[in-house]
């Protein structure tokens, strides 16, 4: 299974961008990079996701590397319901016309107030 | 605008007992999964069903069972409980893919204790 690598926690200051990191080295040519959050005792809320280009929506920018072995979640400004755990995660095919994320441990964002 | 619904929220069992987690989503979605989450830990898939009337097993299938009833609900069993299987439980629905690119809606969890 395709793997991604992020930092366990990272601390931002409320109303300052926040810049998320994420390394997938053996991303293949057709994996979708997702990016999901869990706020404390719910579950994960989609976020965004992209494949090659950068991609922005109302929650937040994702950068692309131009190699696809990285990618960057931003938030412009961040608050304190963004605190939450922060998972990069492949969208890999699994067979049978089938895709399947696969969950690591993700990073741990504090906001300060 | 329900999205995904899990009943019940929170469960206690006696190890050996049986149990079925409910799910329902009024997306008209194609797929469905089944997740647990440790404390500290990512979710891991235990079952999901790509279509109605499919099955297939995920990281960690052992103990539980599944059933697609239709297309909007997908129901998780535990035959016989064991405290090893203490864990909040998520299900989540989307889109049939075409190329990975459909994003998954999670419901808030069943949080299940086995003593």
């Known amino acids: 299974d395709a793997k991604t690598t992020q930092p366990n926690s990272m601390e931002s200051n409320e109303e300052e961008p926040v810049h998320l990191p994420c390394n997938h080295s053996?991303?293949?040519?057709?994996?979708?990079i997702h990016w999901y959050r869990q706020l404390p005792s719910q579950g994960p809320e989609y976020v965004i996701h992209?494949?090659?280009s950068n991609v922005n929506n109302r929650m937040a920018s994702l950068a692309i590397a131009e190699d696809r072995k990285s990618s960057t979640l931003i938030l412009h400004r961040a608050t304190l319901r963004d605190a939450a755990v922060y998972y990069c995660?492949?969208?890999?095919?699994?067979?049978?016309?089938?895709?399947?994320?696969?969950f690591g441990k993700g990073t741990k964002l504090s906001v300060i107030p | 605008n329900a999205g995904v619904t899990q009943t019940p929220k929170f469960q206690v069992l006696k190890t050996g007992q049986s149990m079925t987690l409910q799910c329902a989503q009024d997306?008209?979605?194609?797929?469905m999964y089944w997740y647990r989450q440790d404390p500290g830990m990512g979710l891991r898939l235990i079952y999901y069903s790509a279509s109605e009337g499919t099955t297939d097993k995920g990281e960690v299938p052992n103990g539980y069972n599944v059933s697609r009833l239709n297309k909007r609900e997908f129901s998780l069993r535990l035959e016989s409980a064991a405290p090893s299987q203490t864990s909040v439980y998520f299900c989540?629905?989307?889109?049939?893919?075409?190329?990975?690119?459909?994003?998954?809606?999670f419901g808030d969890g069943t949080r299940l204790s086995i003593l």
């Open positions: 053996t991303i293949s040519g057709t994996d979708y």
């Open positions: 995660i492949l969208n890999s095919y699994s067979g049978a016309g089938s895709y399947q994320l696969t």
């Open positions: 989540a629905s989307n889109n049939k893919q075409v190329r990975g690119n459909q994003p998954q809606h």
């Open positions: 992209g494949l090659t």
């Open positions: 997306m008209n979605h194609n797929s």
